[in-house]
């Protein structure tokens, strides 16, 4: 293993790459990683020896706070190859700003700009055999941020990690899904954590969401943690309804999370002239539509998955069938998402971000 330094990143180089023991055709979301990893600490009040490596275990105390308070944040962007084999991102800093937005709320220090970027690029050009170019195909990148103070006191950690970990992706929800409507679960509450992307929000999804799939459905519809009658998220996503010819979701809160594919199919829309209304929806509204005919979609939007179109929702023990469509929203913005993710047109708002060597 060689030791250089590029900037102020310390680059420990792999001996052989593993990317010959990958199945690109037959990838599992999530469940590769690439050959390098970005770890930079923080101590004594300020974040030091960044450093990529390869993708290896760390080595923790059992006492370190994140084991036993949570106190983990993370993020979920993508890079890209287009056709020239040029690498982008899409819409970084606003992950970046997002991964800070969530550590102030987490009580963990912010990371700094400059070193988000140097990691994040340093690491896409030494791991940029694994982004396979091809629509569909991309680099699931993963920042997150981890409490790593021995102790188990309930204090915010005085140290933490800042990794990126990257892993090949294909797409992540196949097909349409079926959901069920939270009539008692929640996924956040008011003045709580769900702006967040806290670790511990998404861990208390899974035990709502092992209910609705022992009942054949995929996910779970999210409402208002008090009275459970607003349609809030789905899934790991955001969430959009098409009633008629209006795109509709709800505003973000304190229980919503500023989406970045959320936010890119509001402008997309508003571009393509389609009315968007961006206000509280509610349960009986999507019953009343389902009912009379006049909702026509329902989709979720998020980095990892896209846009996944939804085919039926369960709510108090119904089931409503979405009936299908030639031509939808959800296949129009996740086409319009792709092209420019994939440098296929031009990016009139400026999303795509180019990683080169300079
Ligand atoms: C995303 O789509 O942005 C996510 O956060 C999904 C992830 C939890 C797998």
Redesign the pocket.
């Known amino acids: 293993m060689s030791l250089t330094s590029q900037q102020s990143i310390t680059i420990e180089k792999i001996n052989s790459s593993n990317i010959n023991e990958v199945d690109f055709n037959n990838l599992e979301f999530?469940k590769e990683f690439t050959d390098y990893m970005f770890e930079c600490d923080y101590k004594d009040g300020s974040w030091r020896n960044p450093t990529i490596k390869p993708f290896g275990p760390l080595t923790i105390s059992p006492a370190a706070k994140v084991f036993h308070y949570g106190q983990a944040v993370f993020e979920?962007m993508k890079a890209y190859k287009d056709d020239q084999g040029k690498i982008w991102m899409f819409r970084p800093e606003d992950n970046f700003n997002r991964i800070n937005k969530s550590a102030k709320r987490l009580a963990i220090p912010e990371f700094p700009r400059e070193l988000f970027y140097q990691g994040l690029e340093s690491m896409l050009l030494l791991d940029k055999e694994w982004i396979k170019p091809g629509l569909g195909n991309s680099l699931y990148i993963r920042p997150f941020v981890i409490a790593t103070q021995n102790g188990v006191s309930a204090s915010p950690s005085d140290a933490y990690k800042f990794m990126f970990l990257f892993s090949p992706a294909q797409s992540?929800y196949s097909g349409e899904v079926k959901v069920v409507i939270a009539e008692h679960f929640s996924r956040s509450a008011d003045g709580g954590v769900g702006a967040a992307?806290a670790a511990g929000n998404?861990a208390a999804q899974f035990y709502p969401t092992n209910l609705a799939k022992e009942k054949g459905f995929d996910q779970v519809i999210w409402t208002d943690s008090n009275e459970h009658k607003y349609l809030e998220e789905a899934g790991?996503?955001n969430v959009f309804f098409r009633i008629n010819d209006t795109l509709l979701t709800a505003p973000v809160s304190d229980r919503i999370l500023d989406?970045i594919t959320r936010k890119s199919v509001i402008a997309l829309a508003e571009k393509d002239g389609i009315k968007t209304d961006v206000r509280k929806v509610k349960v009986s509204e999507l019953i009343e539509a389902s009912k009379n005919g006049s909702l026509k979609e329902i989709f979720g939007a998020?980095?990892?998955?896209v846009i996944s179109p939804v085919r039926a929702f369960s709510y108090k023990d119904e089931v409503y069938n979405i009936p299908k469509k030639d031509t939808t929203f959800a296949s129009r913005f996740k086409k319009e998402l792709l092209d420019i993710q994939y440098n296929l047109v031009e990016d009139p708002f400026g999303w795509r971000h180019e990683v080169s060597s300079k």
């Open positions: 999530g979920g992540y992307k998404y790991t996503m989406g998020g980095t990892a998955a």
